[in-house]
């Protein structure tokens, strides 16, 4: 069967999301024959910019992962959920939503909540507290996209067919197979002690996963599965990954509460393959 692309970008705001760094990763992916596979989804732009033929998406977070299921297969019923959300959308609204707990919802109910709060909460960052609550205070959106349907639409079409699960990154790598290429998106590693990328959602990526995926990256290495790995460019990355191919990428700030904090940092590219660059 053709495999037909569909034009499509990310559905959801996401932290760290890689939008506007894709003219810098393109020359630098492999040519693979197997299964594309991303366990730090996120906004999915990669997935959504080179969308295989064979693709697995993955993460821990089950509002996330909930979120995708529910484009790619609860479309109609999810739109009319959102149109809901954006016809009440209020100051008061967005903080009655935001106090809901996801187990009393039902699955569509639980992704039109979550997508509706990205789109209104402040810069569209995905926060919670060591109690798994969502956290995130209001945005200032005179006219905030709460349903954009062309957007969703063109996501769930490019999620047919795509295998999306609950699950964390070192199950993902463990399946991999050669043939495939594993693109991993990780929370950053912090640049200094006042900063910290580790503790978007209740489940921390410290110190011992950042070695974890490091050595899970050498072992997909050995095994000859392509991998690429994101992440700062600070010295400890640099050191956890010497021997592999380090490719600066120019990056912008996005995430901060004040405006003239925000501008070109350098990120890291990392491979574990001989890029065609």
Request: some cysteine; glycine content about 6%.
């Amino acid at each position: 069967m053709t495999h037909v692309r569909a034009t499509a970008k990310p559905f959801l705001k996401w932290a760290g999301g890689k939008r506007r760094l894709l003219a810098q990763y393109d020359p630098h992916w492999p040519e693979f024959s197997g299964t594309y596979r991303e366990p730090f989804v996120g906004s999915g732009a990669v997935f959504f910019h080179l969308q295989p033929q064979q693709s697995q998406l993955a993460d821990i977070n089950p509002e996330l992962v909930n979120a995708y299921l529910c484009v790619r297969d609860c479309l109609p019923e999810l739109e009319t959920t959102l149109a809901a959300h954006r016809d009440l959308h209020s100051h008061d609204y967005y903080y009655a939503t935001r106090a809901l707990s996801p187990q009393d919802l039902n699955s569509v109910e639980r992704a039109a909540r979550l997508i509706y709060l990205n789109k209104t909460c402040f810069n569209g960052l995905y926060r919670e507290n060591s109690r798994g609550n969502f956290n995130v205070p209001i945005g200032k959106y005179k006219n905030p996209s709460i349903l954009q349907s062309d957007v969703l639409r063109a996501a769930s079409a490019a999620l047919q067919g795509v295998d999306i699960e609950l699950a964390p990154f070192w199950e993902v790598g463990d399946r991999a197979q050669p043939g495939d290429f594993i693109y991993f998106d990780p929370p950053y590693y912090p640049l200094s002690s006042t900063s910290s990328f580790t503790a978007y959602t209740r489940y921390t990526f410290g110190e011992t996963e950042q070695i974890q995926l490091r050595d899970l990256f050498a072992d997909l290495q050995q095994r000859g599965i392509s991998a690429a790995v994101s992440n700062s460019d600070c010295a400890r990355i640099r050191e956890l990954y010497a021997g592999f191919k380090l490719i600066e990428i120019e990056a912008g700030r996005a995430i901060n509460s004040k405006g003239d904090r925000r501008g070109q940092i350098k990120e890291l590219l990392i491979l574990n393959y001989r890029s065609r660059a």
